[in-house]
Nanobody, 119 residues
Framework: QVQLVESGGGLVRPGGSLTLSCSVS????????TNWYRQAPGKERELVAH????????TYADTVAGRFTISNDYAKNVGYLQMNSLKSEDTAVYFC????????????WGPGTQVTVSS
């Protein structure tokens, strides 16, 4: 069974940094595209960062490009989202997502971790 658990969220001042972690079990990250999404109150869930099968295949939302970095540690089977220069508009619940192909693609999600950027 595939399970994801995010950690590392919290309260940070504008301009600060946080690193989110996504511990994955039941599937090898090197075989599964990894995504980070976020959802702010009253807004739809949005894709923040995507990590394909190679570091060269990473993509970012325009709102976080240049500030956020997605990466995977295949030895630990943990995904990361490094967030720098945080802004109040980055406040949201952040979710880790992996896509696993069996007979078709299926999405798996973690429960999310709250990030609050406030002075």
């Amino acid at each position: 069974q595939v399970q994801l658990v995010e950690s590392g969220g919290g309260l940070v001042r504008p301009g600060g940094s946080l690193t989110l972690s996504c511990s994955v079990s039941g599937v090898a990250l090197r075989q599964s595209p990894t995504n980070w999404y976020r959802q702010a109150p009253g807004k739809e869930r949005e894709l923040v960062a995507h990590f394909g099968y190679t570091p060269e295949s990473t993509t970012y939302a325009d709102t976080v490009a240049g500030r956020f970095t997605i990466s995977n540690d295949y030895a630990k089977n943990v995904g990361y989202l490094q967030m720098n220069s945080l802004k109040s508009e980055d406040t949201a619940v952040y979710f880790c997502n992996v896509k696993v192909f069996a007979t078709k693609w299926r999405d798996y999600w973690g429960p999310g971790t709250q990030v609050t950027v406030s002075s």
